[in-house]
Antibody, heavy 123, light 110 residues
């Protein structure tokens, strides 16, 4: 069974840093494209970042240069290092996996979701 | 920038059928798969429709998805509405290297 468990959220001051973790089980994380999606309080879903099988990384314009996505093979975990945090980064951050290891492009859509980790940035 | 537009809210009575629309901004909605997610209050999203019309195991066949290229829109239809279907529903598609989500539709089952 695929399980994604996020941790590392919390309260941080504007300009501060935080690192989110996503522990994966039921599959080998490096064999899949992995993603972060966030949701501001009372708002909709927003794609944040992706890391594909090759290790290439992609970011939304709103976080590029401040956030870094990475993964650890030994720990089968995904990370999101968030620096220079702003109030508008406040929200629940979800770790998300696609449907299959061989998907690409539009065939690699959100399928499995973690329970989320709340990040609150105080100004 | 590609965008997906959904109605802010819809409501219907138990046992009835409701359809939620999702319209693409650039006439290309049929070019990429569309997915639908259900999010109950305080919970993470779950997949109810993927690849335009397919249902994950465990999702009842009361949920169905469709694409209408002529109107550049996707639709989620829920038949035989139950009170447990009350939730926010999001459509999602693809743009270059990123995922695009609709703004979400709040379904009220009165």
């Amino acid at each position: 069974e695929v399980q994604l468990v996020e941790s590392g959220g919390g309260l941080v001051q504007s300009g501060g840093s935080l690192r989110l973790s996503c522990a994966a089980s039921g599959f080998t994380l490096t064999a899949y494209s992995m993603n972060w999606v966030r949701q501001a309080p009372g708002k909709g879903l927003e794609w944040v970042s992706s890391i594909i099988i090759s290790g290439s990384t992609y970011y939304a314009d709103s976080v590029r240069g401040r956030f870094t996505i990475s993964r650890d093979t030994a720990k089968n975990s995904l990370y999101l290092q968030m620096n220079s945090l702003r109030a508008e980064d406040t929200g629940v951050y979800y770790c998300v996996r696609g449907p299959r290891s061989d998907c690409s492009g539009h065939d690699c859509y959100p399928y499995y979701w973690g329970q989320g980790s709340l990040v609150t940035v105080s100004s | 920038k590609f965008m997906l537009t959904q109605p802010h809210s819809v409501s219907e009575s138990p046992g009835k059928t409701v359809t939620i629309s999702c319209t693409g901004s650039d006439g290309s909605i049929a070019r990429h798969f569309v997915q639908w997610y259900q999010q109950r209050p305080g919970s993470a999203p779950t997949t109810v429709i993927f690849a335009d019309y397919q249902r994950p195991s465990g999702v009842p066949d009361r949920f169905s998805g469709s694409i209408d290229g002529s109107s550049n829109s996707a639709s989620l239809t829920i038949s035989g509405l139950q009170t447990e279907d009350e939730a926010d529903y999001y459509c999602q598609s693809y743009d270059t290297i990123s995922w695009v989500f609709g703004g979400g539709t709040k379904l009220t089952v009165l």
